[in-house]
């Protein structure tokens, strides 16, 4: 009699046992079909739409680079970014998703780099961003990877022509933007930070 009750007793303990490692099993399933396994619970937007909200703050961000003068610049620049004037520093800084992406190779959905440029006294003169809003094969600028080319303030905040609208876009500048960084296109239109 005590040897069948030992016997039902481990059966029990090891249908148990099955049962759990079964809903255990079932339960990672899910969570993994739910996230698609990506290791990541977060889902990289589709697209981001860059607000001035996004932006303010930004001096806090890491300062990549600050270069005065004339410095060493690509020829490619000719007069872009005020690079022939021995007068100027320029500031970039870049997001944390920016970062990430230096190291990736390719700028993931929300990178965001500003370029800020100040006289000799310290006085602003303009500001420039560039915002990953897609990723390639997605439908906003689909030739150039999914930047957008917007003008800043001092303050972070989206410029407004004289009719109130946002200065930004994916032909922003005449395309001036698009045709110069395409020629880093196999760095993600980035020259460097």
């Given at each position: ?9 481990d059966?029990?303990?090891?249908t ?52 005065s ?8 620049l ?7 004037s ?20 390719e ?6 780099i500003i ?7 310290g ?14 094969g ?6 150039h ?5 917007l003008?800043i303030?001092?303050n ?6 004289s ?17 110069c ?6 760095n ?6």
């Amino acid at each position: 009699m005590h040897t069948v009750r030992t016997n039902l007793l481990d059966r029990i303990t090891i249908t148990m046992s099955l049962l759990f490692m079964i809903r255990f099993t079932l339960a990672v399933f899910l969570v993994c079909f739910l996230t698609q396994c990506t290791g990541n619970t977060q889902a990289q937007p589709e697209e981001f739409v860059v607000q001035s909200s996004s932006l303010q703050g930004y001096t806090q961000w890491l300062r990549a680079t600050e270069i005065s003068g004339t410095g060493n610049f690509p020829l490619l620049l000719g007069r872009a970014h005020y690079s022939s004037s021995p007068w100027v520093t320029r500031r970039v800084y870049v997001n944390t998703l920016a970062q990430q992406g230096r190291t990736q190779g390719e700028f993931s959905i929300g990178s965001i780099i500003i370029k800020t440029f100040h006289d000799n006294t310290g006085k602003w003169l303009l500001g420039e961003a560039m915002v990953k809003r897609q990723a390639r094969g997605g439908t906003f600028n689909t030739d150039h990877q999914g930047w957008e080319w917007l003008e800043i303030k001092e303050n972070g905040s989206i410029a407004l022509d004289s009719a109130g609208r946002e200065q930004r876009g994916a032909q922003f500048y005449g395309n001036q933007c698009n045709a110069c960084h395409a020629q880093y296109r196999t760095n993600d239109y980035v020259f460097t930070y």
